[in-house]
């Protein structure tokens, strides 16, 4: 049998996918509600796209209390980078919506498109993985982390109590996945 190529659709998946088939046990609800999810998700990455892009062009939005205006034109007042990889290991590396340093400054800003309650773990870590990554000791710094959701700023100051910890345990776990893989490996 000589199968049709759809060429157009490779690499992509179906929102009906067999991959994930647990919508056979959905309802009519159930499915709506994953569809709004999907698109909610959709449209927060086309808004950090849109947000990387006015940094990178340095061009500020309208100065309103809005979650993507104050996020962007804060991002460019205080130079921070735009969807800026940070690389401790193959095993342990993340991508930061904005960061910048300024020695011995650390600024990190997260953009939140979403309604869920949100916590400062994953900024936590992104602050380790630019000490690891770049050799700092989070001792020497001071770091200003922020969360952009809702219309509003959340705003932390760790100290480095509270990062040593994490990049302690990202430097143990990553040996020990190191350790796992080159086992599977052999």
């Known amino acids: 049998m000589l199968f049709n190529s759809h060429s157009n659709l490779q690499g992509q998946h179906s929102f009906l996918s067999a991959s994930k088939a647990s919508w056979l046990r959905y309802d009519e609800e159930k499915l709506e509600r ?44 205080l130079g921070l980078a735009p969807e800026q990889p940070l690389v401790y290991s193959a095993n342990a590396f993340g991508t930061a919506d904005a960061i910048g340093f300024f020695d011995p400054v650390l600024r990190v800003h997260d953009l939140k498109t979403g309604r869920s309650p949100v916590h400062m773990d994953q900024l936590l870590v992104y602050a380790a993985y630019f000490c690891l990554e770049y050799m700092h000791r989070p001792e020497d710094l001071t770091m200003e982390l922020r969360i952009y959701q809702g219309n509003g700023i959340k705003v932390h100051q760790p100290n480095h109590t509270e990062i040593r910890p994490i990049m302690d345990k990202i430097v143990h776990f990553d040996k020990l996945i190191t350790q796992w893989r080159m086992e599977e490996a052999a």
């Open 34 to 77: 994953s569809w709004s999810s999907a698109q909610a998700a959709r449209r927060g990455d086309e808004l950090h796209e849109f947000a990387a892009m006015a940094i990178r062009l340095g061009q500020p939005l309208p100065n309103e209390p809005k979650t993507l205006n104050m996020y962007v034109n804060d991002s460019i007042l």
